[in-house]
């Protein structure tokens, strides 16, 4: 009877201390659990706000975008057909002798020759004409005119001009870019992709067409300021000289 009494009791006594370990490490589950799901809300929360971060950056630089595509349309409306017609004509045979080298040698070979100019690879270059589903002619023009741009535009954003009507020739002028320099920038970009020059890295330069405005007009103030300063300093000297001069009678 001892015996079978000391066996309950042993179980009496096991049940009791489980139980107790478990009434103590329930808290620290739940705390566990609380953590845990703590951290999951918070990194849920980090993710939300980095979404609302990237959106609100994303429509910033589409409404920018936008913004520069509207003036560039604004200043390409003022244009003088006849002041453009021979740039446009031009440009159109460097775009075809680009896309002519594509079609005999392959477009990546032409795109390898020229990307390094605008600071791209040419499988990049490839890629983006198949995006754009433009020529290589059109994409190497559309690059040297973006490079150039007083304005932040990008050559995708300048597709989107010519998807609406605009030829290269009055988009370059919508560019504020000086006309004279156009075709001869386009030229030396068509010279890299068809083999016939090196890259260097950067792209044919062409100047905003008001700053040159501008500078000329500094330089015709400045040599007329030089020149009423000359007649000053002549008649001065005109007028020193004849003192102390008698006139006979």
């Known amino acids: ?22 009434a103590e490490g329930s808290p620290r589950a ?44 604004d200043r390409a409306r003022q244009f003088s057909r006849k002041a453009l017609t021979k740039l446009e004509r031009r440009l159109s045979e460097l775009a075809n002798e680009i896309d ?8 990546i070979s032409v795109a390898n020759r020229v990307a390094p100019e605008f600071g791209m690879t040419g499988a990049l270059m490839i890629l983006e004409r198949g995006t754009l589903n433009t020529s290589m002619g059109d994409l190497v023009i559309a690059h040297t005119l973006a490079a150039n741009s007083p304005a932040d535009v990008t050559a995708t954003q300048l597709f989107t001009l010519q998807h609406d009507g605009y030829s290269w020739a009055r988009i370059a002028y919508g560019l504020d870019l ?16 068809i083999g016939r020059a090196k890259a260097d890295g950067k792209p044919a ?45």
């Open 30 to 73: 739940t705390a566990n659990a609380t953590s845990r799901s703590q951290g999951s809300a918070d990194i849920q929360d980090g993710k939300a706000l980095q979404g609302q971060t990237e959106s609100s950056a994303e429509v910033t630089a589409d409404e920018n975008a936008s913004a520069s595509l509207d003036a560039i349309r």
């Open 1 to 22: 009877m001892k015996a079978i009494f000391g066996v309950l009791f042993g179980y009496a006594l096991m049940f009791v201390i489980v139980g107790t370990a478990l």
């Open 205 to 249: 330069m062409i100047q905003s067409a008001s700053a040159a405005r501008a500078a000329a007009s500094a330089s015709t103030g400045m040599n007329a300021g030089a020149g009423v300063n000359a007649g000053g300093a002549g008649g001065s000297a005109a007028g020193s000289a004849g003192v102390g001069l008698s006139i006979g009678k």
């Open 100 to 107: 002519a080298e594509a079609n005999l040698k392959g477009e």
């Open 178 to 193: 000086r006309q004279d320099q156009v075709a001869g920038a386009v030229e030396s970009e068509t010279r890299v992709a």
